[in-house]
C-alpha cells in the first residue's frame, strides 16, 4: 500500500503527494519505523525498571525479611539490608524483631501459696522475637502481633507465679515480678521452643489482697498496736513502780544509815563518858554540885555508906596530887 496521495488534476493527469512533506513540498518529517523503534524503546525500559525494582528488597533494621515463593515460606529469612529476590514470584514480609511490649488490661485473680486470695492488673510483658525464628513464628502463629503472647498465656504464667510465692511476698514487686517473667518464659518455651521468643520483663502496675482479707489485715494489725501500746504502757508503770519502790528503799537505806551512825555515835559518846569516870571525876561532881550544907542524917552501912564517896583510893590521890603539882609547876613558870 502506497503512502502516497493521489491529486488529480483538469488534464487528466494523476499526481502523487507525500502527506508527510512540510509546506515547501519536501519530505522531511518523521517516518513510521522510527516512532515504533522509540515507542519499543520506552516500553523495555518500563519493564526493565518494574523487574528491577520488584527485585530489590531492602529490610531495615530491626526487622528480618520473610520470603514466600508462591506463598510458600521459605525457611531461610533475609537479614537486614540490601536483598534481591525473584518479581513477581516472591514477597517478602518483615518482621518486627525489636522489643515490643504488650498490655493486659483487667484483674487477674489468683493466690499465694497459703490460698490468701489476691489480684493483678495493669500488667505489661515486654519481649522480642528471636531473627532466626522469625520465619517459623510467620508459618505457624496465626496473626502473630496479637496472639504470640496472649492475655491467656500471661495470665496463666502470672497465676502460676503467685501460688510459689508466700502471702508476706506476694505482693512485692521486686519478688513476684521476676518470678512472673520466669514463669512466663517457661511457658513461651514450652509453646513455641526454646529461643523462639526471649521475655526481657513483666511489670505490675497494681497489685492487692481481696477485701475481706485487707479488712482482716487491717484489724489484726489494730489489735497489734493497741498489745504494742499495752505492753508499753504497762512497761512504762512498771519501770515507774520500780523508780518508786527503788527510791523508798534508797530513803528508808539512807534513813537507816543516818539512824544506825547516830546510834553508833551516841554509843561511842557514851563510851567515852564511861570510860572517862572516875572516882576523882564522880567526886569533882559532888563538890560542884554540893551546896555546902552537910546531912542531917548520916547512914553508914559498909560498902553503902555515904562517906564512901569521900573515900579516896591512894593511888588516885596520888596521882591526883602529881597532877596538881606538875599544873602548879607549869603555871609557875609561866
Do not use: C
Not at 157 to 181: F, G, H
Not at 225 to 241: D, G, P, S
Amino acid at each position: 500500500m502506497s503512502i502516497f496521495k493521489k491529486n488529480k488534476t483538469n488534464q487528466n493527469t494523476t499526481e502523487y503527494t507525500n502527506p508527510y512533506a512540510n509546506q515547501n513540498g519536501n519530505a522531511n518529517g518523521p517516518k513510521p519505523k522510527k516512532i515504533f523503534s522509540w515507542l519499543w524503546r520506552i516500553v523495555v525500559l518500563i519493564l526493565i525498571i518494574v523487574m528491577v525494582n520488584n527485585a530489590i528488597e531492602v529490610i531495615p533494621s530491626g526487622y528480618t525479611g520473610v520470603v514466600t515463593t508462591f506463598g510458600q515460606v521459605q525457611e531461610k529469612s533475609m537479614p537486614n539490608g540490601f536483598n534481591w529476590k525473584i518479581p513477581f514470584v516472591q514477597e517478602v514480609r518483615q518482621v518486627n524483631n525489636k522489643q515490643q511490649d504488650v498490655y493486659i488490661d483487667g484483674q487477674i485473680w489468683s493466690e499465694a501459696k497459703d490460698q490468701t486470695v489476691v489480684y493483678m492488673q495493669g500488667i505489661t510483658v515486654t519481649y522480642q522475637i528471636s531473627p532466626e525464628k522469625s520465619a517459623w513464628i510467620f508459618a505457624n502463629v496465626t496473626d502473630y502481633t496479637r496472639n504470640l503472647v496472649s492475655n491467656t498465656l500471661v495470665s496463666s504464667a502470672m497465676k502460676m507465679a503467685t501460688k510459689t510465692l508466700a502471702t508476706e511476698n506476694v505482693t512485692n514487686r521486686s519478688i513476684i515480678e521476676p518470678a512472673a517473667k520466669e514463669s512466663l518464659q517457661n511457658a513461651l518455651d514450652e509453646k513455641y521452643g526454646a529461643d523462639t521468643v526471649h521475655v526481657i520483663k513483666v511489670v505490675i502496675s497494681d497489685m492487692d489482697f481481696e477485701q475481706k482479707y485487707n479488712e482482716a489485715i487491717e484489724a489484726r494489725q489494730l489489735a497489734k498496736m493497741e498489745q504494742e501500746r499495752q505492753a508499753i504502757e504497762n512497761a512504762t508503770n512498771l519501770a515507774k513502780a520500780q523508780a518508786e519502790a527503788e527510791a523508798a528503799r534508797v530513803a528508808a537505806q539512807g534513813k537507816a544509815d543516818a539512824e544506825a551512825i547516830l546510834a553508833q555515835g551516841k554509843a561511842d559518846a557514851n563510851k567515852i563518858l564511861s570510860e572517862s569516870i572516875t572516882a576523882l571525876t564522880q567526886m569533882q561532881d559532888v563538890i560542884e554540885n554540893w551546896d555546902g550544907k552537910l546531912p542531917s542524917t548520916l547512914l553508914a552501912d559498909g560498902e553503902n555508906s555515904i562517906f564512901k564517896m569521900f573515900a579516896i583510893n591512894p593511888s588516885q590521890s596520888a596521882e591526883g596530887t602529881a597532877g596538881a603539882t606538875a599544873d602548879q609547876a607549869v603555871e609557875g613558870q609561866n
